[in-house]
Structure formats: C-alpha cells, structure tokens
C-alpha cells in the first residue's frame, strides 16, 4: 500500500486484483479485539443520508460502511474482500449463485436471511430520491430467486463482468423494515439497522453523527474497529476544522488544505498522513444543448449557438490548460496530471500520451471553429466539496482567458452548487470522479449517453453522447474475459478523451491529519472509515 507521513505523490502502478470468470472466492480473515473509549472525527463534506440506497457521496458511503455490510466488500487498495457473501459465483453467462455468511445478525438481533439480501435489492432499484439512488448498481440484475436458506441466484439481462463490483455499493438491510419505510425513517435512526460495526445514537444533519459499537457485530472481515464510541462531525472550512484539531475539539481531520500542508510539516501537535489518490478532477462541457445559458459573445449578448458542441472548441479548452501548473500551484505538488477521466493504473485505463499544453494551439483551434476572437464563459465549481476546487475554478479560468475565452470563475457552496449541476444550469463545470479499481463505472455513468432506462449515464452532465464509444461501453461490460474487457475499455476512453466529452485535469492525493496517539491508515479512497483510525502511542 502506498501511503505515507506526507510526502510528494507519484503515480501508481495499481489495478484492481483479478476477478475471474468464474467467480470470486470469498474467505474469512483474521478476527482481533482491543476497544478505547472514543475518537472525535470532523470531516469537510457533510453526511447527505443514512439511507444506505440513496446515492451517497464519498464521505457519506464511508460512514455508512460503519453500520450496514455489504455482500461484497474491498479494502483500501481496492481488492475485493469478504462481506456477507462467502460465495459469489458465476455458474453460467448470466446466472450468480451468493450464498451467505452463516451466524450473521442485524444490530436489532434478527439473523441475516437471504429474504433481507432480496428485499435490499429490490429497494435500491426502486427507491427514488432527487440526489439519485444506488440503482443503477442493480440494474443489470433481471431476476433474484431465493434457493434455499441463505442460498439465493441472481440473473443478469446480459453477461456483465462488473456485478461483484456493483454489488459492493449495495447496503442490506432488515427485510423486516416493509416495502414503505422512508429516507426519513433511516435519517431519524429508526430504520439504520445493520450488520455493521456500529449503531447509529443520534444524527443531526449540518451538525454531529455520533455511533455507538455494535456489540453484535460478527468481525469477519477483519478485526473490529477499536473505538466504543465515535463522533463524526461536518466542519465545511480548512481553517475551522484545522483549528479544531489544535484545540482538541476533534481528534482527526480530513482534506487538509493544502496551503496548511507545509506549515505543518513539522508541527509536533499534528501528525501527517498521505496517500496517492483515486478521484480524478475534469471539466464537464455542455456538449449538447443548442445554446448553453453562461457563454456570450465578447459583448454580453448570447451565442445562437453553443460552442461547446464543437469538439474543435472543447479541444481549444483543453490546450489552453497547463495541468502541471495546476498540479503545483493548486496542489503543492501532490497529485497528477490526468490525461483521461480515470486514475492512473486503474484497470481499463487508456495508454494515452500527455495532454499538451499548447494556448497557440488553442487559438488556432477557436479561429477554426469561427471564434477568432474567443467568447465570455462562466466556470462553475463547488467551494469545499473537492480539494482546492475554488482555487482550481479559478486558475483554469485564468488560463482560458490567456487562451483568448474570457472565463470568469464562479465558486459556490455545496448546498447552491450541488442542485445547479443537477438542473444543468451550467456551461462548463469542475466535478470530479473517485475511479473505484476498474474505469468502467466512470465509462457508464459519467461518458455512456444518458439512458436511464438502462442505467447509463446517470452523471453524464454535460450529456455528451457518441454511439461508437457507447457501444465499447455496452459491450466491454457485457464480457467476462478480462484482456478483451480491457482493450474495450481502452478503446472507449481513448475515443472520449479524444472527442474530450470529458476535459481531464489531475489526480489528487489524500490528506489527513491527526494529534499525536491516532494514527491513520491512508488509502486510495478518500473516505474516512473508522477502521482507518487506530491508536498509537508513537512519537
């Protein structure tokens, strides 16, 4: 695992380990016990819900690892590890055979049953909510039949290679809870009941998510977190969640600002933990729409037609973007340049040379597309909800505006941002994609044309849309065999890139911080779990 005491980051030669054709093997790990009182968490994004089928963030699917399992678990560098299944196998093109862990039982004493894996399936492809749902991670499944007791077998529409996969973002629950329990029900804490390491005591949403350990907890996967208690709290601002470490207000932190990284070094009331990360940063161009709202002419006045519907255009942004700098100046350094909208050496990932910096190029590329004199655009980013967002927001703008695109860049809170980018009422938009060991989610979700019937495109905001690269999509995820997977993955993400229906940027590294006795264990993502967080008397 590469993680370290911060450092500068290079890339990373990781794939996700090997999932065969037939099946994945499923064995116990190593059990350990040694419990503390409690640890104090601040974290800079907010829980959005415990209700474990709505889409969570990155952080808020960290918490909820805490108190529900999975079928199908991974560990920080991406392997796929035990859950509640001992075996997912693959006994045809599209039949599954789970059978689950014996001796499992939910926080309110009730065993685990393959009714409860049948019930949770059904919610997450059912459940509706405006910040979206875990349902396209079921959507390939056409048919669940319980074959006995804790035996079940899934059918897939077409052979799809990713369901392990997908069935890792799928969190089960009480069958028992009915057909009409609510997102309200989950977020009071009434209908949080897991199999997970620790039960819900009292959530305040914009505030404090305090967990109790779940004394019914089976630790198949590992040994138990050793916190009885545990406290995660939302604080938004560097500055706030920095200065609250200090003061002993919390005991660990995530998404230290970078500007702090340096200062901090050799802080003896602090202690640095660093790791190469998975969440690549790109620009969303509105390649689409006819006209798009923030571009008009070098007057004010709206384009009758939008620009960024030319790929010639998206190409001309792209140039006019120097990455290293970005890198540098926004990063101090800790990250990499991306050349396609995954992390380097997730599998499917394209063999792509470096994107030019080139504002000559750029030029020529905005006159032949009948720009000559470039256009005025807004940049729209979050403020807080990635590392160095606004800073970033703001650099690409002034380098589009050396290109001769007089951008202006506009930061927002996550609460305004968040439901603008849902509505597309954007032009071009900085968001950002944590690639989870295999690139082909991002390639269905956030490339594939949108295509809600059959869960494609569920984060394709700039609604870029190419039948050849949809086809590559479609049938790498319909085959098993994995070097022919890869090379249609590669194949799909090098026409995108090549159309830049996505406009990579870099690759962050993840920071944490903590006072001296806790120590983190850093991985690829850059969720904080709470087996991440252990004792430590070094130092």
């Known amino acids: 695992m590469r993680q370290s005491m911060l450092g500068k980051v290079g890339k990373t030669g990781h794939a996700l380990r090997k999932l065969l054709a037939a099946g994945l093997a499923l064995v116990p790990l190593a059990t350990g016990q040694a419990y503390a009182s409690g ?44 859950g509640l299944a001992v075996t997912l196998r693959a006994t045809s093109a599209t039949l599954w ?3 689950l862990r014996e001796g499992v039982v939910f926080s309110n004493g009730a065993p685990l049953t393959a009714e409860d894996v049948a019930f949770s399936l059904h919610r997450a492809a059912n459940v509706r909510h405006a910040a979206g749902t875990t349902a396209p991670y079921v959507r390939s499944i056409r048919r ?50 897991g199999t997970g390491p620790y039960m819900v005591r ?10 109790i350990r779940n004394p019914r907890h089976n630790a198949y996967a590992g040994p138990p977190p050793e916190w009885d208690n545990v406290t995660f709290r939302s604080i938004p601002s560097d500055a706030a969640r920095l200065a609250a470490l200090l003061s002993g207000d919390v005991d660990v932190i995530d998404k230290v600002s970078l500007p702090d990284v340096e200062r901090l070094r050799n802080d003896p009331r602090i202690r640095l933990f660093s790791h190469e990360g998975n969440r690549t940063m790109f620009l969303v161009p509105d390649a689409d729409r006819e006209t798009t709202p923030y571009i008009t002419d070098k007057n004010g006045q709206p384009l009758p037609t939008n620009p960024l519907r030319d790929v010639r255009v998206r190409r001309a942004i792209s140039h006019a973007i120097n990455r290293e700098a970005l890198v540098e100046r926004t990063l101090d350094g800790l990250g990499v340049a991306a050349n396609q909208a995954s992390a380097v050496g997730m599998f499917g990932g394209a063999n792509l040379p470096p994107i030019a910096y080139d504002v000559a190029r750029s030029r020529a590329l905005l006159a032949e597309a009948g720009y000559p004199d470039g256009f005025r655009m807004t940049v729209h980013c979050s403020n807080g909800r990635y590392l160095a967002d606004r800073a970033t927001c703001q650099a690409v703008a002034q380098m589009l505006t050396r290109a001769g695109i007089r951008a202006e860049a506009q930061a927002e809170p996550q609460n305004v941002f968040y439901p603008r980018m849902m509505r597309s009422d954007v032009s071009l938009l900085l968001n950002g994609w944590a690639t989870i060991g295999d690139n082909l989610v991002v390639l269905r979700q956030a490339i594939h044309t949108v295509d809600a019937e059959r869960g494609y495109g569920g984060f394709n905001r700039g609604r870029y849309s190419n039948a050849e690269v949809d086809s590559l999509i479609e049938r790498a995820a319909a085959t098993l065999e994995e070097g022919p997977r890869r090379a249609l993955q590669q194949q799909a993400m090098t026409i995108a890139m090549s159309d830049m229906g996505l406009i990579p940027l870099y690759t962050t590294a993840w920071i944490w911080a903590s006072r ?9 993502d850059e969720g904080t779990r709470v087996s991440q967080i252990v004792s430590d008397t070094s130092r």
């Open 516 to 524: 001296p006795g806790f120590r983190v264990i850093a991985g690829f």
């Open 39 to 82: 640890v104090r968490i601040a974290l800079q994004t907010d829980i959005t819900s415990l209700d474990p089928h709505v889409a969570p963030t990155v952080t808020t699917s960290a918490v909820q690892e805490q108190i529900y399992g999975r079928l199908v678990d991974m560990d920080q560098d991406f392997q796929l590890t035990p």
């Open 144 to 193: 669940v039949t319980i074959t006995g007791p804790g035996k079940l077998e899934l059918e897939t529409a077409v052979p799809y290679a990713q369901l392990a996969l997908d069935l890792g973002r799928v969190r089960i629950v009480p069958a028992s809870l009915g057909e009409a329990v609510r997102t309200e029900d989950f977020n009071h804490g009434d209908a949080a009941i």
């Open 97 to 99: 055979e789970v059978v």
């Open 202 to 211: 009292q959530w305040t949403p914009g505030g404090a998510l305090e967990l």
